[in-house]
């Protein structure tokens, strides 16, 4: 059974409903406070985050190739795009709170796959595991001796050139390893989604990676210390390259350095929390390979265990979503999923009028969520009577001709 088609716009409906799925992952990643609450409510928070990115970008791939196939000046199109998208990101950046807006990084992805869309399809997987490779180099070997992110000043960015590199190695989005999953994208979007089992194949091979970055690269990395610690019946303990990165930062020997955290951080999981914390630190501060980190698969790591496990869960939401627009209409998702622009826009600025996450409990924060959501999605509805597009999404395409 094909993928269906929008007769007014030609758009897979599918996609559509998968980025909407995106940007409420990410609204949800941005309004729930990580740490709170427990079961459920808590699980999919956690899950979300570093998850709905990756999805938002692999169906940020899918668009880049079927701009290329559809425009007679790809290239133009994709600098345009960054052009806007760009000063776009940074004004929201600094219009916002306690976010870490993508639109700036999309702006860098834009001009890198001008470059990229030249690759045969074969090459683009290839490079994409490249990239995720690089990623965990330079994580761990060059992006503490640059300057950290500083993405959430906004036009800071401008002021300070080191701060270019926030958008590129050391940001909350680097190109190396983000772009993998635009071209993750890129690739999916020179298949065709009505070819014979094509979203179920997808959802299969998501399967597969999900589980095995995911699921199999926080096991790995539970027994190896990918986090940097160790716990034990006396209390959590330091990775030993890190302890020695600790001590030579604190001008201690190795003994005296790991007496003085033996005694800061107790047998409790306040204890492990804290040492977790230190070596995050650490990492962060001091350049250092440890190989164990590799299986690091918490959200936004940077390293390939979350790289490998986010694309399985983009492509089985993706494959999910083409099958179930076979079947329902999902308009209002659709709806939405189109205006995935204006949407992101809309729910970086309004966090700033809703209270702190700290003074509100978890369910209170799915709340809001669903109350926003909801609100947005009238409006979407509203605006699509009158317009073809959403108001951003019809800034994006000034210079296109389309």
Do not use: C
């Amino acid at each position: 059974m094909a993928a269906t088609t929008n007769p007014r716009t030609g758009r897979i409906t599918g996609f559509d409903v998968a980025r909407a799925i995106a940007i409420v992952g990410m609204m949800v990643a941005h309004y729930v406070e990580a740490g709170t609450g427990s079961g459920m409510a808590a699980s999919t928070r956690d899950f979300v985050d570093g998850r709905a990115m990756p999805l938002f970008m692999v169906l940020g791939g899918i668009g880049i190739s079927y701009l290329v196939a559809r425009s007679a000046r790809p290239d133009r199109d994709l600098l345009t795009r960054a052009l806007i998208l760009f000063p776009m990101g940074i004004a929201l950046q600094e219009a916002t709170t306690d976010i870490a807006i993508i639109l700036q990084y999309y702006a860098v992805f834009f001009v890198v796959a001008t470059a990229l869309r030249h690759l045969p399809t074969v090459w683009l997987l290839a490079v994409a595991a490249m990239v995720m490779v690089a990623g965990a180099l330079t994580k761990q070997l060059v992006a503490p001796e640059l300057p950290s992110y500083g993405g959430w000043d906004g036009f800071g960015v401008f002021v300070d050139p080191g701060l270019w590199w926030s958008t590129v190695l050391t940001g909350y989005y680097p190109v190396f390893p983000a772009m993998a999953f635009i071209l993750v994208g890129m690739w999916l979007g020179r298949h065709d989604p009505a070819g014979r089992s094509f979203a179920e194949r997808l959802v299969v091979a998501g399967l597969v990676l999900a589980f095995a970055g995911s699921w199999g690269g926080a096991w790995i990395g539970d027994q190896v210390g990918a986090d940097g610690v160790y716990v034990e019946a006396a209390g959590p303990r330091l990775d030993a390259g890190l302890l020695e990165r600790y001590a030579e930062e604190e001008a201690l020997t190795p003994a005296e350095a790991e007496a003085e955290l033996a005694e800061r951080f107790p047998a409790t999981q306040a204890g492990v929390d804290g040492m977790t914390r230190l070596a995050a630190d650490i990492e962060r501060a001091t350049p250092g390979f440890r190989w164990q980190r590799l299986f690091d698969a918490e959200g936004h790591s940077q390293m390939p265990a979350w790289v490998i496990g986010s694309t399985g869960t983009s492509l089985v939401a993706i494959g999910v979503s083409l099958i179930a627009t076979r079947a329902i209409p999902l308009r209002t998702m659709t709806i939405v999923g189109q205006m995935a622009l204006t949407f992101y826009a809309y729910q970086a600025i309004v966090i700033n009028w809703t209270p702190e996450r700290p003074t509100t409990d978890i369910g209170t924060e799915y709340l809001l969520v669903a109350g926003l959501t909801a609100a947005f999605a009238a409006f979407a509805w509203l605006w699509r009577l009158r317009f073809r597009r959403g108001p951003l999404e019809a800034l994006l395409r000034i210079g296109s001709g389309r």
